[in-house]
């Protein structure tokens, strides 16, 4: 018999790939001759099987996997031939990507975790990050970003993994600054004493928004439940309240969001 042919596939391997080799052969005489074939793991004998699985225990990129192929006829004819393939190297890879804390406001730092990392060779990985806030990339490739954000813009982070040799997958999550509600840090009525029944009275208070939005005041003047005003000043008149009533100001701040307090 002739074997015309013999290859391993895939012809390039990695850790965890099933190879086959292939065979094929003819008689001159018209006879089909019987095939067989034997891998040679860094040249020793391991297997009769036509497929063989290149366990992570077992093999290693660099390894040399060799299959020999014989063909035999009823005339005790024999015709050996071989091949060999080298075990490449895999690219690492990773399932999951994610950006933490999952719902930043404007001062947060966001940083962006890639898990569920694989690399069947057992190789150091490294990340290189991209990040994109409106669709607009930044100039940092850290994984972790702080920037002067705004309220409702879009975050994305990309992600590439690497061993010493290989790139391999990509992933992007991405995130929206979410509002923070004002507060409101002190109030008061000036004046705060003396006041008489035709006063004239403000109601002051500082409001602190960390977002920077355009901050709305309503006021609302109070005595025993009846309202008295909604301005930041009331003119008192003696028709409304006398001597020893208690008034009350409430402020309710709402920025552009619509968020209050």
Not at 75 to 97: D, H, K, M, Q, W
């Amino acid at each position: 018999p002739v074997i015309d042919r013999i290859i391993i596939s895939p012809d390039l391997p990695y850790v965890g790939n099933e190879v086959q080799c292939l065979l094929t052969a003819r008689d001159p005489d018209l006879e089909t001759p019987s095939t067989r074939v034997e891998w040679l793991h860094n040249d020793r004998l391991i297997s009769s099987d036509p497929v063989l699985l290149l366990r992570p225990e077992s093999f290693k990129k660099g390894d040399t996997v060799e299959c020999i192929g014989t063909a035999s006829d009823s005339y005790e004819g024999i015709e050996t031939a071989r091949t060999t393939v080298e075990i490449i190297n895999s690219p690492p890879t990773f399932t999951n990507l994610s950006i933490t804390p999952e719902f930043p406001i404007t001062q947060d730092l966001i940083t962006c975790i890639p898990s569920a990392i694989s690399d069947p060779d057992d190789d150091d990985v490294t990340f290189e990050y991209r990040w994109f806030v409106d669709e607009l990339e930044l100039l940092s490739t850290e994984n972790s970003l702080s920037e002067a954000f705004s309220v409702g813009q879009t975050v994305r982070c990309e992600a590439t993994i690497s061993d010493a040799e290989d790139v391999g997958n990509t992933l992007t999550a991405e995130t929206i600054i979410q509002n923070t509600p004002p507060t409101i840090a002190s109030l008061s009525i000036v004046p705060s004493s003396n006041i008489e029944a035709d006063s004239l009275v403000e109601c002051v208070g500082s409001v602190i928004d960390i977002d920077n939005q355009e901050i709305t005041h309503n006021y609302q003047w109070t005595m025993d439940g009846s309202v008295l005003g909604s301005e930041s000043t009331l003119e008192l008149s003696p028709l409304q309240v006398q001597p020893e009533d208690i008034i009350d100001c409430t402020l309710t701040a709402t920025d552009a969001s619509g968020a209050s307090v």
